[in-house]
DNA sequence: ACCTGAACACCGTTCAAGT
DNA sequence: ACCTGAACACCGTTCAAGT
């Protein structure tokens, strides 16, 4: 905290002694703790160095207050979390109209959805383990129920397959995010590389057959694939 | 470490006072480190305490050593995980040849693979952000492609759909299974519940019309039918 | 090569006490 | 009701030094 450093300073050298009502005066003005306040720190602290660095006690620190005062706005960190997730989903644009049939843009949805965390891996992961209920999560769950429905699937059908769409768009950026990032993650990718390059016919007969196709297209032609795929499955 | 503190006072009270050598002699034999033993006990540990307990310096404590005497068997806590998956993946029994068609056998893989993960939802999300690449779990890989490749579907489309369908299983463990087990998990599921039964039919029209479905069957229920509209989708 | 103690740099959450 | 400092009970990983 060196911006609180420098008031302590400021306040020895060219105050009087009377320290408290000097340096409160003196001080920026502390904003006011609010659930949207700690949700809007933290998405920023992510941005700028990930999430793994937005703890409480981080989160804290940049709010000028000890972490035990946070729990008055959330239960804990998943809570957070999931708040976090809400705002990012409000900014995800709603499919055009005019983007061709129900299909496409489901698929346009669920594909930008996708994007979006793929940028933010971490949140993935702790996303999937989470049942986000945010306004605006809840505003993207009838959407994508919408155009389902829309494709003339039964209720049921609908429903279920909101599950596994959504699941699947968040357990991709959870896999995949985290690997394009993290550096250890990439030697991990390395090592299923490896070890299916090396996979002996013998042992393994179908995984040597397919072997080429197991890592190829680009993460969009895939990402579109299995969305399709699974609609299909649905329809 | 009970067993250390009864030795220790067997030792002083009736052994000689030369410390070393005795202790050394009267310990338990420690077992020699190896890989496959750091897995033995992280294994006990989290079917015996859950994951979160079988911790790097867990361990080490429980083999009688310093946290960085493991590093020389695994590279981090992630490839510990990794090594765990696999062997736990090993003792799944593979599908018999008479129970049913392709369909049948693969669906009935991969819903023993996520209840094995169900019950192990702490590792299943570990699991997630992994690409665990033991010999078992190509076996397991080879396996679904055959069974896949057995319906008659193109080496693209087994090699890329092999992806999502394991992927599911762990995501669904994950997910399903951690909320099944922790307490706060089970808050979010009721966080959500409540916020689907307050939903208005003005801003949520289609999530008003399916709310009874989306809640609706059994775990193992939805577990076949997702497995069995993703294979239909890829078919 | 394998093993170690100690250190580095942190965590989330709770609690009693304040205002 | 809201806020706080301090404490509780831990983490993963690295490093220099030993054997």
Chains 1, 2 share one sequence.
């Not at 904003?31 to 949700?39: Q, T, W």
């Not at 804290?60 to 005062?69: F, N």
């Not at 959407?143 to 429905?149: A, E, F, I, Q, R």
């Not at 197991?214 to 032609?221: D, I, K």
Request: aromatic share 6%.
């Amino acid at each position: 905290m060196p911006s609180a450093l420098t008031n302590m300073f400021a306040t020895i050298v060219f105050m009087s002694p009377r320290r408290e009502p000097v340096s409160r005066r003196d001080r920026p003005a502390k904003p006011p703790l609010s659930r949207a306040a700690l949700v809007a720190v933290a998405l920023r602290i992510m941005r700028e160095e990930g999430l793994e660095k937005a703890t409480m006690r981080r989160l804290a620190a940049e709010l000028d207050t000890g972490p035990a005062s946070l729990y008055v706005y959330v239960r804990n960190t998943a809570e957070l979390h999931g708040a976090m997730l809400d705002e990012l989903v409000a900014g995800l644009e709603p499919p055009e109209p005019a983007a061709g049939d129900w299909r496409e843009r489901l698929i346009g949805l669920l594909t930008s959805y996708t994007w979006m965390l793929f940028a933010r891996p971490g949140l993935a992961r702790s996303v999937l383990t989470l049942r986000p209920c945010g306004p605006h999560y809840l505003r993207l769950i009838d959407t994508v129920l919408g155009l389902l429905l829309a494709g003339g699937m039964p209720d049921r059908q609908a429903a279920w397959g909101v599950d596994i769409l959504l699941q699947h768009a968040t357990a991709t950026a959870a896999e995949q995010g985290s690997r394009a990032e993290a550096a250890e993650a990439a030697g991990e990718e390395a090592d299923l590389a490896l070890a299916v390059a090396e996979a002996g016919a013998g042992a393994y007969p179908h995984l040597v057959r397919v072997r080429d196709e197991l890592f190829a297209g680009t993460g969009e032609e895939r990402m579109r694939w299995s969305f399709g795929t699974i609609i299909d499955g649905l329809s």
